[in-house]
């Protein structure tokens, strides 16, 4: 069963985005897909994110998080950010970004937009994942389209699901 549950779960399409992360002392750019609207009135993101991401720690210190969503055309901009910090310590090294202007999280260059955050809440589920719920408090778009010009897991022939 657990078989079937794993290819039911990878049906789901995801979207594949770069989340930025800072505190005083540091800044992480990693990627995610597990990402969704919780709520509209206050505008509302909740993340699915690693208890042992590096930018876990980060989230939950520094209180802010921003989105940044490519377009397909650019799935090679977001590329430098796969692998984690403890596999490549100096990503953020050669990042080419802007300071959020709510938030000072990187802004990567090339997003077709950003989204700003303050982390509202973290809950633990009791699973390998947190969620991480933040307030949208500032965006930006940078390049006009519709969503389906939007990068996903799919479009890389990637999956994390299941």
Not at 79 to 103: E, H, L, V
Request: hydrophobic letters at 40%; charged letters at 25%.
């Amino acid at each position: 069963m657990s078989e079937e549950i794993k290819n039911a779960l990878r049906l789901m399409p995801y979207g594949f985005y770069a989340v930025s992360t800072k505190t005083d002392e540091d800044v992480n750019v990693m990627v995610m897909n597990w990402v969704t609207q919780v709520s509209f009135e206050p505008r509302m993101l909740a993340l699915g994110l690693a208890k042992n991401a590096h930018s876990r720690g980060l989230i939950e210190r520094g209180k802010v998080f921003a989105l940044n969503i490519f377009n397909k055309a650019d799935a090679d901009l977001i590329k430098p950010f796969t692998k984690s910090r403890s596999k490549n310590p100096d990503k953020i090294k050669d990042a080419k970004f802007t300071s959020g202007p709510q938030t000072g999280c990187p802004i990567l260059e090339g997003v077709a937009a950003y989204v700003e955050c303050r982390v509202v809440k973290i809950v633990d589920i009791g699973g390998d994942h947190d969620i991480v719920v933040g307030e949208v408090i500032s965006a930006g778009v940078r390049k006009p389209g519709e969503a389906g010009d939007t990068l996903s897991l799919p479009d890389l022939g990637w999956s994390y699901a299941g």
